[in-house]
T-cell receptor, first 116, second 114 residues
Framework: NSKVIQTPRYLVKGQGQKAKMRCIPE?????VFWYQQNKNNEFKFLIN????????QIDMTEKRFSAECPSNSPCSLEIQSSEAGDSALYLC??????????????FGSGTRLTVL | KTQVEQSPQSLVVRQGENCVLQ??????????LRWFKQDTGKGLVSLTV?????DKTSNGRYSATLDKDAKHSTLHITATLLDDTATYIC?????????????FGAGTQLIVIP
């Protein structure tokens, strides 16, 4: 069972609107990833954090998204101005370590964003 | 060009049959490989992770192998159940010891029929 909680489950926005989604990582997991899964099952890495610090992000995220993982609050990913091509399933994953560990990478159920 | 290729793209089996899913990749350096199960519209559930050359893992009815020289992995599902109907995604972790970037395959859609 997923131990990463993502809200909302579904999000519908018009083009140009802001779209914000949240992720509560598994308790004690300092590492958080965001991925975008499109309708062709292609996954795109967006950004990752260790504690509150951004470790890596792609250009698109830097230019069009606002993301944070504050202490004692959910992580969030917000598209500043939604485009039709942003329609996708946004997946959050957390890990307790910055390294490989067998069963400790958990994905949330995702937020399905539809941009009209 | 995708660095993780999965085959077959889709597969239909009868309940109780065994099946084998394949994953070939070109990610370099390859740190580890994971298999995930994704039910329609839902998140990914980790089935197993393989790290070392010639690793073999077993998790109930799921077993997996990794050949790092060939950059190839297989996922075996024995005695399939209707609930096994899902997309199975192969994910390769890039880089040294860090979790780093994950490269996802497009998945194999498995359908189990009565």
């Amino acid at each position: 069972n997923s131990k990463v909680i993502q809200t909302p489950r579904y999000l519908v926005k018009g083009q140009g609107q802001k779209a914000k989604m949240r992720c509560i990582p598994e308790k004690g997991h300092p590492v958080v990833f965001w991925y975008q899964q499109n309708k062709n099952n292609e996954f795109k890495f967006l950004i990752n954090f260790q504690n509150q610090e951004v470790l890596q992000q792609i250009d698109m995220t830097e230019k069009r998204f606002s993301a944070e993982c504050p202490s004692n609050s959910p992580c969030s990913l917000e598209i500043q101005s939604s485009e039709a091509g942003d329609s996708a399933l946004y997946l959050c994953a957390s890990s307790p370590v910055w390294g490989v560990s067998a069963e400790t990478l958990y994905f949330g159920s995702g937020t399905r964003l539809t941009v009209l | 060009k995708t660095q993780v290729e999965q085959s077959p793209q889709s597969l239909v089996v009868r309940q109780g049959e065994n099946c084998v899913l394949q994953c070939n990749y070109s990610v370099t350096p390859d740190n580890h490989l994971r298999w995930f199960k994704q039910d329609t519209g839902k998140g990914l559930v980790s089935l197993t992770v393989l790290v070392h050359e010639n690793d073999k893992t077993s998790n109930g009815r799921y077993s997996a192998t990794l050949d790092k020289d060939a950059k190839h992995s297989t996922l075996h599902i024995t005695a399939t159940l209707l609930d096994d109907t899902a997309t199975y995604i192969c994910v390769v972790g890039e880089g040294g010891s860090a979790l780093g970037r994950l490269h996802f395959g497009a998945g194999t859609q498995l359908i189990v029929i009565p």
